[in-house]
């Protein structure tokens, strides 16, 4: 079982920035680099879409709503994966969650779920 723990939500006026960090406490580093790993999100009355993931290859994808303003990395030696959002709009208030997949080639990652912090943009 993989265990995703999301960190670094909250409150932020529009233009402003947030760091969001997933952490997989209970597995090895080797698991860690074969998964592949993502950030969704969900609004009120929306369906989960995926905002960007990153492979076992470090391939990345980003929805097109954020791309260039969001980025993703994976930070191999804490075990974590990151998304770095700048230039928040009030559209990207969401829960948003952290997902990671078995299949490290995968661009759409959905095994194993955090249980999702909130972001939400002012404007």
């Known amino acids: 079982q993989v265990q995703l723990v999301e960190s670094g939500g909250g409150f932020v006026q529009a233009g402003g920035s947030l760091r969001l960090s997933c952490a997989t406490p209970?597995?090895?580093?080797?698991?860690?680099?074969?998964?592949?790993m993502g950030w969704y999100r969900q609004a009120p009355g929306k369906e989960r879409e995926l905002v960007a993931a990153?492979?076992?290859?470090?391939?990345?994808r980003y929805a097109d709503s954020v791309k260039g303003r969001f980025t993703i990395s994976r930070d191999n030696r804490k075990k974590t994966v990151n998304l770095q959002m700048d230039s928040l709009k009030p559209e990207d208030t969401a829960v948003y969650y952290c997902?990671?997949?078995?299949?490290?080639?995968?661009?759409?990652?959905?095994?194993?779920w955090g249980q999702g912090t909130q972001v939400t943009v002012s404007s």
């Open positions: 997902a990671a997949d078995r299949d490290g080639t995968t661009m759409v990652p959905d095994d194993y």
């Open positions: 209970r597995i090895i580093l080797s698991t860690f680099l074969s998964r592949s």
């Open positions: 990153v492979n076992s290859d470090g391939d990345i």
